[in-house]
């Protein structure tokens, strides 16, 4: 049985945002991630589960639980941890019991086990403002862990911290969640953060859910040309082109700037695609070495940043803007033919954005 | 760092002293009259040090039947006033910090408030505590009331900006582990905010000890301290005055003094280097 089933929520602000007619599935155990970019309703929705916000229709219905109180269900980590400043992190931490009016050694015991779970090995009588900011996030898991909830709600809580710290507690998060086997719904605008922490992935835009799956298969597969962009860094490239017709092996011409795909491209597509259409590449998915199977560029190159792995080229094809993350410096001002491999090519539709092959 | 760097350190030294020379100064003469017969109060050119000291006027005012009522109904008044007007200030403030639809009429409430001439109120203000029974009363209920509400202004001020610097995720965070609203208000907000209501009932408490005006209109014959001081300034001499005043003086003082802690890193702050 699902943990959480989302139906149709909608939630709409008067002035713009919200979310429209979202409906997900989250099942127990998993990391589940929220992504998009600010104002596409992921914070929003999280709120809506949390019930800090009322729906304006729709239903969240929490699988097995049924209709026990909300507050006993969930738990939420907050962005800057909203941990109470003039508590210790053990009264932080007890706070939801003592509302419970658990006895004293409960309270203890349940105590240090959140934060035996949550790696937390530090005198618990400091308050927020002495920790670190491991510490306080740490803090914060525990706190949200001893209510035994079944569902924890994270809101970008890594995002107001530095780089170093933040991918070492990514990597604390992701065990955290393993350790205690507790559903997890993360919110982030960080599509990296996204790709690396989640078990199943929730693209958002504008208040709608673009697409749901496993992080490797939205990369692979992006079900538009949102999601194709959105996800990954560099940019995903989008030119418009020309297909040749399924039955000519030979490029077709065009009057208007488009792409010839040469090789045996048009033999290997699926469904036979023609006409014009959107073709998406990711840059590091372009090379010098071409291959049996490929789409061929002939590239114009304008402009290279180094980027540590590698130099990303900008670089102009039948008009069209086009970045290539290369292995290999090249001049400005050169001329030369990029390969893509058939796999690393995306086919959409030119009208709808949508995945076509 | 606030006020500069170390060149401005003598200019706000001697800003510093001249502030201090002018509060001290006054209480300074207060204490040399209520301790000095009267002609030298009077001596021109002035003493700046008493040369004979008495303890007559301190006497006499010690010895004055009504002193003792009068300064304990200042203390009930200005206590009831202070806690009234606190509670009140402070909720009013929590809602400005929390409702943006109550920011701005309750700012214009408060601004308009404290620009009303209060004696031109005071009428209307007056007949109603007469039908409430409240007028002159012996507990000093009405002018306790009085005070409460010309407070409000100044202990919501003072408290406004303590919650609005609260997160509201705090708030969102103990709703979810299961607090009321009123749990939530009690245990994240007002103890975060104890220094600042601590200032305002300070500051509402002092308001409702120095007022004049309402208190010799309305306690006319249960007199609070202040009404008690004028009579005896007009009809008195001024060393027996200048005691009573020391005598008002004091538990200000002890107040301040009190509260010195929380004061001194909530509505006083001294900037920190």
Not at chain 1, 129 to 145: I, M, W
Not at chain 1, 163 to 187: C, D, M, N, W
Request: contains cysteine.
């Amino acid at each position: 049985m699902a943990e959480l089933e989302i139906y149709k929520l909608s939630r709409r602000f008067k002035s713009g945002g919200g979310v429209s007619d979202v409906s997900l599935t989250i099942e127990p155990g998993r990391l589940f991630v929220l992504v998009g970019p600010s104002g596409c309703g992921k914070s929003t929705l999280l709120r809506l589960i949390a019930g800090l916000e009322s729906p304006d229709s729709g239903e969240i219905r929490f699988g097995e639980a049924g209709n026990a109180d909300r507050r006993d269900l969930i738990a939420m980590v907050f962005q800057n941890y909203a941990l109470y400043p003039h508590m210790s992190a053990f009264d932080n931490i007890a706070f939801a019991l003592r509302l419970r009016h658990l006895s004293r050694p409960e309270i203890r015991r349940r105590v240090a086990e959140a934060a035996e779970l949550a790696a937390l090995h530090i005198d618990l009588s400091r308050r927020p403002a002495e920790l670190s900011g491991g510490e306080r996030q740490r803090v914060a898991l525990a706190r949200a862990l001893v209510r035994r909830p079944r569902v924890i709600l994270m809101d970008e809580p890594l995002s107001s911290l530095d780089a170093p710290l933040r991918s070492h507690l990514r990597i604390e998060l992701k065990e955290f969640q393993r350790r205690t086997g507790r559903t997890v719904i993360y919110v982030t605008h960080d599509q990296f953060e996204a790709l690396t922490l989640a078990d199943d992935l929730a693209v958002m835009r504008a208040g709608t859910v673009e697409q749901v799956g496993a992080p490797d298969d939205v990369y692979q597969r992006p079900a538009n040309v949102f999601v194709a962009t959105f996800m990954g860094n560099p940019l995903m490239n989008i030119v418009r082109c020309r297909l040749p017709n399924a039955s000519v092996s030979a490029p077709a011409r065009s009057s208007e700037p488009a792409l010839e795909i040469g090789g045996k491209l048009a033999m290997a597509m699926p469904f036979g695609l023609s006409g014009e259409v959107l073709l998406g590449i990711r840059p590091e998915d372009l090379t010098y070495k071409s291959s049996s199977d490929c789409a061929a560029f002939e590239a114009t190159f304008t402009r290279v940043e180094f980027v540590g792995p590698g130099y990303l080229a900008y670089a102009t094809v039948a008009g069209q803007e086009l970045t290539a993350l290369l292995d290999q410096p090249i001049e400005p001002g050169r001329t030369r033919w990029l390969y893509a491999p058939r796999r690393a090519l995306h086919f959409f539709d030119p009208v709808s954005n949508r995945r076509i092959g | 760092m606030p006020g500069g760097g170390a060149r401005a350190a003598p200019l706000r030294f001697a800003i510093d002293c001249l502030a201090v020379i002018g509060a001290a100064v006054p209480i300074y003469l207060l204490i040399k009259q209520a301790i000095t017969p009267d002609l030298e109060s009077f001596a021109w050119p002035p003493f700046w040090l008493p040369h004979h000291l008495t303890a007559s006027n301190l006497k006499s005012v010690f010895e004055l039947a009504e002193l003792r009522s009068a300064l304990l109904l200042s203390v009930i008044v200005a206590v009831a006033a202070a806690a009234i007007s606190t509670v009140l200030g402070t909720m009013l403030a929590y809602a400005m910090a929390r409702r943006e639809r109550l920011r701005q009429t309750g700012m214009a409430g408060v601004t308009i408030a404290r620009l009303l001439p209060m004696i031109a109120v005071a009428l209307p203000l007056t007949t109603v505590l007469i039908r409430a029974g409240l007028y002159d009363s012996p507990t000093g209920m009405g002018l306790a009331l009085i005070h409460a509400a010309l407070a409000i202004p100044t202990t919501a001020l003072t408290t406004y900006g303590a919650f609005v610097a609260i997160p509201a995720e705090q708030e969102e965070a103990a709703w979810l582990d299961g607090a009321s609203p009123l749990r939530v208000f009690l245990a994240i907000d007002v103890p975060q905010a104890r220094m600042a209501i601590a200032a305002s009932l300070v500051l509402s408490f002092i308001l409702s000890w120095d007022e004049f005006g309402f208190a010799l209109l309305i306690q006319v014959t249960n007199r609070t301290m202040p009404p008690l001081l004028y009579y005896y300034t007009v009809f008195g001499d001024v060393g027996p005055a200048s005691a009573l005043a020391l005598v008002m003086l004091a538990p200000a003082v002890a107040v301040i003094i009190a509260l010195r802690p929380m004061l001194k890193s909530g509505f006083i702050a001294a900037p920190r280097h």
